[in-house]
């Protein structure tokens, strides 16, 4: 799983999630399987890298934006 930070997101997303699972967090940051990263390219998608790791990784990332909300 790869956190990225995608400034226009709209269609990038749809196409994203019709290849694999997407957690959206706050601040147009997103959680998407690696080979979502290649599809973005494909369609000249511009992303920043954020950080990469396992399901944890997601999961733990998922934690943080909803304590960060409390």
Same mark, same amino acid.
């Given at each position: 799983? /790869?956190? *990225?930070? *995608? =400034? $226009?997101?709209?269609? %990038? #997303? +749809?196409?994203?999630?019709?290849?694999?699972? /997407? *957690?959206?967090? =706050?601040?147009? +940051?997103? &959680? &998407? =399987?690696? =080979?979502?990263?290649?599809? #973005? !390219?494909?369609?000249? /998608? @511009?992303? !920043?890298?954020?950080?990469?790791?396992?399901? $944890?990784? %997601?999961?733990?990332? #998922?934690? $943080? @934006?909803? @304590?960060?909300? &409390?």
């Amino acid at each position: 799983m /790869v956190k *990225i930070q *995608i =400034p $226009d997101r709209a269609k %990038a #997303l +749809v196409e994203a999630g019709r290849h694999g699972r /997407v *957690i959206c967090l =706050p601040d147009n +940051v997103f &959680v &998407v =399987p690696e =080979p979502a990263l290649a599809l #973005l !390219q494909s369609l000249g /998608v @511009a992303y !920043q890298e954020l950080g990469r790791g396992g399901f $944890d990784y %997601a999961e733990k990332a #998922l934690r $943080d @934006a909803t @304590a960060a909300q &409390v």
